[in-house]
């Protein structure tokens, strides 16, 4: 539970407790000297106290008139003195609670905490050696009690600022070593994800300067690495092309005559021989095989390398490819949307576009058991997105790029771009993202 919680809260909890075990400490401290100084603040009033009921008792015992010596010592006595006299019927004197407990600004748990301790005091007046009252002390503890809680409210006080100072700089130095760690954790964020660009911002302590420092460095050394591997890639899928280039000429050049030649001598029999029987049927499959050669070798050519793209431009292309498929599988219905502009697009992108398109739509026709789907091509600024949609069963879970989806793979990462599948509401997506500019 701990390590879930962030820097600043494992900071700043240490400080709250610190701050809360001062006021219970405070507390405590209180609660056991306040009543004890208390007791011995009072304790020579409480001597003088008696000390006087002494003095007046010998004074009374050597009076003429005791009474009339006593009304006058009770009338020297002020009512705001803490020494009064009590007769011996007057109603008892109240507690030092009672005393203060109307004390204003002071609340009463604080009254309660302190544990304000019995100071009274009562020494017997006598008379003919008959007790007919007391002199008591009766202190006003009020100001006593103000004063431990102005003593208590600084305390906590300058625990309180000083506890928000300690934050304050906490946070500030949080914040100095978070926001390097932070940026330090952005940038390998975006390394993982491919971009090496964004350099990571070198700052905060030794330690982590140098951690950024290495950090950008291993970006410096990706972005070397991925470029390299982009331009093999891209390589290959040049050498590819022109091995495709190749095969696609011999076939066309060599194969393509010869197939002509036995279609023609084939015609040229059935002509001659229109009535020879098994032999006029033989020559007939005959010629239906060498029709078939001829598809199946336009069909390779066409896969091996579509003529259309430098004759016709990439939006016509795909037009016509769309259209082939439309003729291959007529209980399919495709839909697109292509931007015309693709016309102005050439050389690997172009058959790179072709390619993504080609491949996709032959999954769709062989493997998804499709009623429907929808082919979507557009150019956005300086990005050309690539949609492929169906509705059919989808890709196994186990196998998400087959040999010819991971060759597209390939030719769309050598030229910087993006290939994903996805599985949305029960249609299946063939996502592409290609850079414009840069593979231009």
Same mark, same amino acid.
């Given at each position: 539970?701990?390590?879930?919680?962030?820097?600043?809260?494992?900071?700043?909890?240490?400080?709250?407790?610190?701050?809360?075990?001062?006021?219970?400490?405070?507390?405590?401290?209180?609660?056991?000297?306040?009543?004890?100084?208390?007791?011995?603040?009072?304790?020579?009033?409480?001597?003088?106290?008696?000390?006087?009921?002494?003095?007046?008792?010998?004074?009374?015992?050597?009076?003429?008139?005791?009474?009339?010596?006593?009304?006058?010592?009770?009338?020297?006595?002020?009512?705001?003195?803490?020494?009064?006299?009590?007769?011996?019927?007057?109603?008892?004197?109240?507690?030092?609670?009672?005393?203060?407990?109307?004390?204003?600004?002071?609340?009463?748990?604080?009254?309660?905490?302190?544990?304000?301790?019995?100071?009274?005091?009562?020494?017997?007046?006598?008379?003919?050696?008959?007790?007919?009252?007391?002199?008591?002390?009766?202190?006003?503890?009020?100001?006593?009690?103000?004063?431990?809680?102005?003593?208590?409210?600084?305390?906590?006080?300058?625990?309180?600022?000083?506890?928000?100072?300690?934050?304050?700089?906490?946070?500030?130095?949080?914040?100095?070593?978070?926001?390097?760690?932070?940026?330090?954790?952005?940038?390998?964020?975006?390394?993982?994800?491919?971009?090496?660009?964004?350099?990571?911002?070198?700052?905060?302590?030794?330690?982590?300067?140098?951690?950024?420092?290495?950090?950008?460095?291993?970006?410096?050394?990706?972005?070397?690495?991925?470029?390299?591997?982009?331009?093999?890639?891209?390589?290959?899928?040049? /050498? !590819?092309?022109?091995?495709?280039?190749?095969?696609?000429?011999? &076939?066309? #050049?060599?194969?393509? +005559?010869? =197939?002509?030649? @036995?279609?023609?001598?084939?015609?040229?029999?059935?002509?001659?021989?229109?009535?020879?029987?098994?032999?006029?049927?033989?020559?007939?499959?005959?010629?239906?095989?060498?029709?078939?050669?001829?598809?199946?070798?336009?069909?390779?050519?066409?896969?091996?390398?579509?003529?259309?793209?430098?004759?016709?431009?990439?939006?016509?292309?795909?037009?016509?490819? /769309? !259209?082939?498929?439309?003729?291959?599988?007529?209980?399919?219905? &495709?839909? #697109?949307?292509?931007? +015309?502009? =693709?016309?102005? @697009?050439?050389?690997?992108?172009?058959?790179?576009?072709?390619?993504?398109?080609?491949?996709?739509?032959?999954?769709?026709?062989?493997?998804?058991?499709?009623?429907?789907?929808?082919?979507?091509?557009?150019?956005?600024?300086?990005?050309?997105?690539?949609?492929?949609?169906?509705?059919?069963?989808?890709?196994?879970?186990?196998?998400?790029?087959?040999?010819? /989806?991971?060759?597209?793979?390939?030719?769309?990462?050598?030229?910087?771009?993006?290939?994903?599948?996805?599985?949305?509401?029960?249609?299946?997506?063939?996502?592409?993202?290609?850079?414009?500019?840069?593979?231009?």
């Amino acid at each position: 539970m701990w390590q879930r919680l962030s820097f600043r809260t494992q900071l700043f909890v240490p400080l709250g407790a610190s701050f809360l075990a001062a006021l219970i400490l405070a507390g405590v401290l209180l609660q056991i000297f306040a009543s004890g100084q208390l007791a011995d603040e009072n304790e020579p009033a409480r001597r003088s106290t008696r000390t006087i009921a002494a003095a007046l008792n010998n004074t009374l015992s050597a009076a003429d008139n005791p009474r009339k010596t006593l009304d006058a010592f009770i009338q020297s006595l002020t009512t705001s003195s803490d020494i009064q006299f009590r007769s011996a019927e007057g109603a008892p004197a109240p507690s030092p609670q009672d005393r203060i407990h109307n004390l204003k600004g002071v609340p009463q748990w604080f009254i309660n905490l302190i544990m304000v301790p019995d100071t009274d005091t009562a020494a017997p007046v006598l008379i003919d050696g008959r007790r007919i009252g007391d002199i008591v002390f009766l202190p006003d503890l009020s100001a006593d009690v103000f004063e431990k809680w102005i003593g208590f409210l600084a305390l906590t006080s300058l625990v309180a600022v000083l506890t928000v100072l300690t934050g304050i700089i906490a946070y500030v130095f949080a914040g100095s070593a978070l926001r390097p760690l932070q940026h330090l954790g952005e940038g390998l964020t975006r390394m993982r994800r491919g971009d090496y660009t964004k350099p990571i911002p070198v700052g905060g302590p030794p330690e982590i300067r140098q951690s950024c420092a290495e950090a950008n460095a291993l970006a410096a050394t990706l972005a070397q690495l991925s470029q390299d591997n982009r331009d093999l890639m891209h390589r290959l899928v040049s /050498l !590819q092309d022109d091995e495709r280039r190749d095969l696609a000429r011999e &076939l066309h #050049d060599e194969l393509g +005559p010869l =197939l002509f030649s @036995i279609r023609a001598g084939t015609i040229a029999l059935i002509d001659a021989a229109p009535q020879a029987g098994n032999f006029s049927n033989s020559a007939e499959e005959l010629l239906q095989s060498v029709e078939a050669l001829q598809q199946t070798n336009r069909r390779i050519l066409d896969r091996l390398r579509p003529l259309y793209i430098e004759e016709l431009g990439l939006s016509t292309s795909v037009q016509t490819l /769309l !259209q082939s498929y439309r003729k291959q599988a007529p209980h399919i219905v &495709l839909t #697109d949307t292509i931007d +015309p502009d =693709l016309n102005v @697009i050439d050389g690997p992108l172009a058959r790179t576009v072709y390619r993504v398109v080609q491949e996709a739509l032959t999954n769709v026709l062989r493997h998804a058991g499709a009623h429907q789907a929808h082919v979507q091509v557009t150019v956005i600024g300086e990005t050309l997105d690539i949609e492929i949609s169906d509705d059919g069963a989808g890709f196994p879970a186990d196998n998400v790029f087959g040999r010819g /989806l991971t060759g597209m793979h390939e030719r769309v990462r050598a030229l910087s771009g993006s290939l994903s599948l996805l599985r949305v509401d029960e249609r299946t997506y063939v996502r592409c993202r290609l850079p414009v500019t840069e593979s231009a």
